[in-house]
Structures are given as C-alpha cells and as structure tokens.
C-alpha cells in the first residue's frame, strides 16, 4: 500500500502511555500522575510543574488506573481489583511514612467511591456489597485509623447514592419495576425518605442526580421529562420549583463543572460533533478563553487547587496524544507538563472527521470516519469498529485503534448508531429491543454509505468491537455474513438468554431495565434466541477472531466458548484467545499488545492491510 506513512509500533500505540492522569494536590504543592515503573502503571508524585518524580505505590501486576488525591493532602487513594473480577478494593499511600494498606480488606466485594469533601479532609463515603453481593451499603471511612462503619443499609432497590457537601447521605437512586428509577431524598441523615422525581424507563438513561446545592436546600439534575433531550436543571426540594439552566433540542447536557465551594454550577458540556462547553459563570469566562488558546484541542478540568487558583488542564485532539497543562488562574498561564504518549509525535496521525447519513427508516445517524493518511479516500478496506455500552457513543479525539487501523490502511467508521447515548432519549430509546435488529441495521448503512461514496472496497469490509461491540461482530457473522469479509469479537456475548442470566449479582436492580431494553429471558427466550449469534452458527461464511477475559464478570467466559465450540463443531474458520488474568476488557499491557498483534495479522489476512512484523 504505496504512499502510507512509516508504521507505528503496536508499543507506541497500545502499551503503557508515559506519564497520564495528571492530578494537582489539594494544597497545588505537588502533582500526581500515573507512569511505568518495572513496566507497570504506578502512582509518581512530583513537584507542580512534574520535576523531582518518585513513584510512591509499588502495583507489580495489573497496573494502576484510578487514583485520586486524599483531601487531607497527605494520602494518595487508588483503586485496584484481581485479574480484572472488578471487585475494586480501595487502598492508600501515606505519602509521609510511605505506609501502604488496603482499606477494604474484602474478598469477593466491591468498593464504589460515593463522596469525599475538602470539609471532611479525613472521611470518605464508600458504597459496598458486603452483605449482600447484589445491594451496595454505604460506609463511612475513617483515613485516620481505618475504621469502616456501616451508616446506611440498601432498601432493596437504590443503585446509587449521593451525599451532600456535608457528607450527608440525603439521595438515593431506586430501580423501578417498568425499568425507570425513583430520585428518593431527604431533608437530614435522621428524617424520612421520600420520591422528589419519578424517570420512566423512555428518560432514565438520559437522567439522574449531578449533586446536592452548597445548602442541601436543591439538587442538580440532568433531566429529559417534558423535553427530547436532557436538560441541567436546579430542582427545590421543598417547593418543587424546577429552573433550567442549560438545555439543547437535540444533543444531552453532558460532563458538569461545578465551584468547589458554592457548589453552583460553571460550565457544562454539550457532546455535539465535539464537547462544547456552555459557561454559566462569568466569573471564569476570562479563564476558558485563555485555556482556549493553548492548544486546538477539546478540553476537561482534570483537578483543582483547594483554593481553586490552580487547575490542571487536559486536552484531547484527533491527531495528537493527550496532553495535560497547569493553567495559573491569576496570571491566565498555561505551563505544559506532559504529552501521555509522546513518541507518536515522530509519527503521522490521521485526522477524524464527523459524518452522518440517514439510514433506511429515515432516522439521522451520526458517527466519525478515520482515513489512512497518504492514500486517496477510493475503493479502500474498511473496518467498522463499533462501540461498547450499547448505551454510550463514540466522541472526537484520540483514539488508539481508529489511528492503528488508519495507519494499517483502512477506513475506520465510528458509528453511533440508535441506542447509544448523547442524542437525546429519542434517538436512545429507538434502539429498545433492536439489539441485532435496527441496531445493526444502522451499522449495516453505515457500511453503504462509505461504499456508495466510493470509499470503502465492497469486498473487503470487516467488523470489529468489544462488549457490545463484539456482540455485533458476531451479529455481523451471523446476520449479514454476506457484508463482512472478517470479524473480530472482544468479550462479545452469543446468546442473549444466558448472558441477561449470567450478569453480576450487583446489576441485579437494572435487570426490570434490561428487560425493557433488550429483552426478559424468561418470558421471550424465543425472541433473544432470534437475536443471537450462537443461533445461527451455521449462517457463518467469514472468520472470526474472538478475544476474551477469562474473569469478565459482565460478559462471562462462556458467552465466548460457546460460540467456539459450535464454530469447532463445523469446521469453521476461527481463533479463540483467552487472557485468563483478565475481565471485560484488556489492563495488562503485555495482553493488549498479543491481542491486537493477533488482530493486525488478522485483518492483514483478510483485508489486505499492513502488519508490523
């Protein structure tokens, strides 16, 4: 393939980055972040402008992903599980003696962060389902001595809580039976609860709490009741008095900024083609233009200083990695600190470019398209990478396997087809019980579109995903195996039946959800078996490479082996890896890179791309 630019290693694009996650403490004295150390991702600390690193945990296996300054300035908090179960305990670094200790020491539970308030420097709210793996409780913590206190036992039914700035437990979510939830609040710890809202099942994935006013008097929502797509508003708890703040007919109000101190809202975003941020504060109208200036890039506010005179800026772009600054509020400086992975700057990245179609029932699909630098955008190998979730959407920015595929030389297509999230609940609520059916349809138009545009060859179109995604590449095999020339399944279920039976005993309140959503193994088994791949095996005429973690607790080992077996059973043409130290999804760099060697060779067989060696 003549005219691509030089390839990039699988290393640079797939294993650990060099440094990410940049965090200020809460005093602006020091900086956190995540970097190798022995080859796996660890904690550093630093001082603010990222000289003078030492790494302060010592993880040898999985790697560190999620971590966040105590507020007591003295202790790193991080968050780790056990060959990827995702029963996440919580530990801490005492950055003073250097002492580690876990601070769930829990087997078989998982930890959930619920709050944690510079007014509280030495407490922590956690929600864990240590009584009942299917209900999480919520514990106090005590950073001091350890102590872990029971304070508020689950109902039966709340999927989440939410805690005032007092570190009050006066919310909670509750699963409904119709697959809605009930916001139940109230006025102190010691008084009653009581329903503030009611979200059916057509607004509860668009919905739900942002957090409690400086007061506890009102609450932040997002909520899309009497509108297309969800608004942020400012709801009274006494009075009922609703105020819309900020609302779009078509696109969801996403990610909210909100002052540390008052509580009131900022800024919030719009996940249009881009993030686009609305500012409700003009008090920091002056900062976001200055931030605006510093690189092309969409931006987020990683952290804040307590006294909120440092933030540390990210910015995400197409074509470059991410980059973090330290953005001096008083001056309207940036000071840069770090690209996450900057050896991609000594090699070509492709831009992505927002696109949409319409697909054959009439209905708007919007997604991105990554092409390969350096060839003309006629006749090419295609690879339709489709997203996880179902309910989540592809973004623009920096996405490892749309430049891997790119720079291999295909087409990347993104596509945010119905039921995914950020356009609004009519556009999410269309794909209900569409799974394998206008859901792929969309994937399927998708596929047209770029051919009917002369871009993408007819013949060499492959399917590639994970979660949800590798539920449509074998629903791609399946269904329409005529389209494909290969497929590629990450952790994909095969049979709806057993995988809504199979979910982890903690998603037990989202099963009336479920239900609504996808379908009741119950009582329409016959329906979910005519949505799933395992049914039509012997429809398949492409090979398949399927990948999965051997502890996925959402998306069971099972769900893949079945599907091989019946494929071995035919002599079909597949491979099968099991990562037997991993869950839904690959954390271990070493795993990653086999994995997609595996694939890249793979579609280099079937679609003619490039392969490193």
């Excluded at 804040?304 to 008083?330: G, H, I, L, M, N």
């Excluded at 000594?346 to 697909?359: H, K, N, V």
């Excluded at 545009?453 to 005529?482: C, K, Q």
């Excluded at 952790?491 to 039946?497: A, D, E, Q």
Aim: aromatic fraction near 10%; hydrophobic fraction near 40%; include cysteine.
């Amino acid at each position: 393939m003549t005219g691509l630019p030089p390839l990039i290693p699988r290393a640079v694009l797939f294993g650990n980055p060099e440094r990410a996650e940049a965090q200020l403490s809460p005093g602006g004295d020091r900086l956190a972040y995540l970097a190798p150390l022995d080859g796996v991702l660890n904690v550093w600390v630093s001082d603010p402008s990222g000289r003078e690193a030492r790494p302060v945990t010592r993880d040898t296996d999985r790697g560190i992903r999620v971590f966040l300054w105590a507020k007591d300035r003295r202790h790193i908090l991080y968050l780790q599980d056990i060959g990827g179960d995702e029963n996440w305990r919580l530990y801490g670094v005492d950055l003073e003696s250097g002492r580690e200790r876990c601070l769930t020491p829990l087997d078989g539970v998982q930890v959930q962060l619920v709050a944690h308030e510079k007014r509280h420097p030495h407490e922590l709210l956690l929600a864990i389902n240590r009584d009942d793996p299917r209900l999480h409780d919520v514990y106090h913590l005590d950073l001091r001595t350890g102590e872990l206190t029971l304070i508020e036992k689950n109902p039966g039914d709340v999927v989440s809580w939410v805690a005032d700035a007092d570190l009050a437990v006066r919310g909670a979510m509750a699963a409904r039976e119709d697959g809605g939830f009930d916001l139940r609040v109230r006025e102190s710890e010691g008084s009653g609860w009581f329903t503030l809202v009611s979200w059916t099942a057509e607004d509860a994935l668009n919905s739900g709490p942002v957090g409690f006013t400086a007061d506890g008097a009102a609450i932040y929502l997002h909520d899309s009741r009497d509108a297309n797509a969800a608004r942020l508003v400012k709801l009274d708890i006494r009075t009922r008095k609703l105020d819309i703040l900020a609302e779009d007919p078509q696109y969801d109000a996403g990610p909210v900024v909100r002052h540390p101190d008052t509580r009131e809202v900022q800024m919030v975003a719009f996940l249009r083609e881009r993030q686009e941020w609305q500012i409700l504060d003009r008090s920091i109208e002056d900062d976001v233009a200055a931030i605006r200036l510093l690189r092309d890039g969409d931006f987020t506010i990683s952290s804040r200083t307590d006294d909120d005179r440092q933030w540390v800026v990210a910015f995400t772009e197409d074509d470059a990695p991410a980059s973090y600054y330290r953005f001096e509020r008083r001056t309207k400086t940036g000071h840069f600190l770090f690209y996450t992975r900057p050896r991609l700057a000594d090699y070509t990245l492709a831009p992505m470019e927002p696109i949409a179609y319409t697909a054959r029932d009439g209905l708007t699909i919007h997604g991105y398209l990554t092409l390969p630098p350096g060839l003309p955008p006629r006749n090419l190998p295609l690879v339709l990478n489709v997203h996880g979730g179902p309910w989540h959407r592809d973004i623009w920015g920096y996405d490892p396997e749309a430049q891997w595929l790119a720079n291999r030389g295909y087409a990347c297509l993104q596509v945010n087809f119905r039921g995914s999230t950020g356009y609004g609940k009519s556009f999410l609520n269309a794909g209900d019980r569409e799974w394998g059916g206008k859901m792929h349809d969309d994937l399927v138009d998708g596929v047209k579109w770029a051919v009917a545009r002369g871009i993408a060859d007819p013949s060499r179109v492959g399917i590639f995903g994970g979660s949800y995604g590798g539920y449509a590449a074998l629903v791609g095999a399946t269904f329409t195996p005529d389209l494909f020339r290969c497929a590629v399944s990450v952790v994909g279920p095969s049979n709806l039946v057993t995988f809504i039976k199979s979910i982890p005993p903690y998603w037990s309140s989202y099963l009336s959800m479920l239900h609504r959503r996808v379908g009741n193994p119950d009582t329409e088994a016959e329906f979910l078996l005519s949505r799933s791949p395992l049914s039509f095996v012997d429809r398949i005429r492409i090979p398949i490479l399927i990948a999965q973690g051997a502890n996925d607790p959402r998306v069971k080992r099972s769900e893949s082996e079945q599907i091989v077996a019946a494929m071995r059973e035919k002599s079909i043409d597949h491979e099968y890896l099991l990562f037997e130290d991993e869950g839904h999804g690959f954390a271990k760099p070493e795993n990653r890179l086999r994995f997609y060697a595996a694939a890249e060779r793979f579609l280099a067989r079937h679609l003619g791309g490039r392969a490193e060696p």
